[in-house]
T-cell receptor, first 115, second 117 residues
Framework: AQSVTQLDSQVPVFEEAPVELRCNYSSSVSVYLFWYVQYPNQGLQLLLKYLSGSTLVESINGFEAEFNKSQTSFHLRKPSVHISDTAEYFCAVIESNFGNEKLTFGTGTRLTIIP | GAGVSQSPSNKVTEKGKDVELRCDPISGHTALYWYRQSLGQGLEFLIYFQGNSAPDKSGLPSDRFSAERTGGSVSTLTIQRTQQEDSAVYLC???????????????FGNGTRLTVT
């Protein structure tokens, strides 16, 4: 069965510093991977995804994540964070077997940017 | 355009009462999902609909939980004889035909916060 682990429940970072939010998954088959973000008082929205192809995927606001099959990881990074990046970030996985639509989420990482 | 709409936004109920939570997906989205978010927990999958059918009900916690979808649109999640451990934010999401595996992201509503006293 698929599962996701986000080891860090809270990550405080100074503004303009780099950040990495860790995500590890477990699955016996190939997977698709996602990062969703929840800004304060807003609903969850898709940040970026890996379905196939290049293992490095990017979002429009400067985040990137790299699929590492050998380490079963999909860590999220940004070289320089902004106050507006304050949010809760959820990693999610879905097994690629036909008919499976069950997206499994991690427990989330709350990113706090310190001015 | 309109996003996923959930009602009510907040619901306080007494233990033992039944509650109904409603989800209006984005027009044209045939896939619909219910998740539950408890304090300190991740999002817990409850059920998935494709059209009016529910091919995956594996996440429903007990037989007190049920969900239906009519007309390929509105969905209702019903919790009977509510318990305090049912307190959580219940999230609904929808996506285009083909769902997640076919490159269609989930669009989430703002959720219903259920408090069982």
């Amino acid at each position: 069965a698929q599962s996701v682990t986000q080891l860090d429940s809270q990550v405080p970072v100074f503004e303009e510093a780099p950040v990495e939010l860790r995500c590890n998954y477990s699955s016996s088959v190939s997977v698709y991977l996602f990062w969703y973000v929840q800004y304060p008082n807003q609903g969850l929205q898709l940040l970026l995804k890996y379905l196939s192809g290049s293992t490095l995927v990017e979002s429009i606001n400067g985040f990137e994540a790299e699929f590492n099959k050998s380490q079963t990881s999909f860590h999220l990074r940004k070289p320089s964070v902004h106050i507006s990046d304050t949010a809760e970030y959820f990693c999610a996985v879905i097994e690629s077997n036909f008919g499976n639509e069950k997206l499994t989420f991690g427990t989330g990482t709350r990113l706090t940017i310190i001015p | 355009g309109a996003g996923v709409s959930q009602s009510p936004s907040n619901k306080v109920t007494e233990k033992g009462k039944d509650v109904e939570l409603r989800c209006d997906p984005i027009s044209g989205h045939t896939a619909l999902y219910w998740y539950r978010q408890s304090l300190g927990q991740g999002l817990e999958f409850l059920i998935y609909f494709q059209g009016n059918s529910a091919p995956d009900k594996s996440g429903l916690p007990s037989d007190r939980f049920s969900a239906e979808r009519t007309g390929g649109s509105v969905s209702t999640l019903t919790i009977q004889r509510t318990q305090q451990e049912d307190s959580a934010v219940y999230l609904c999401a929808s996506s285009l035909a083909g769902g997640i595996r076919h490159n269609s992201p989930l669009h989430f509503g703002n959720g219903t916060r259920l408090t069982v006293t």
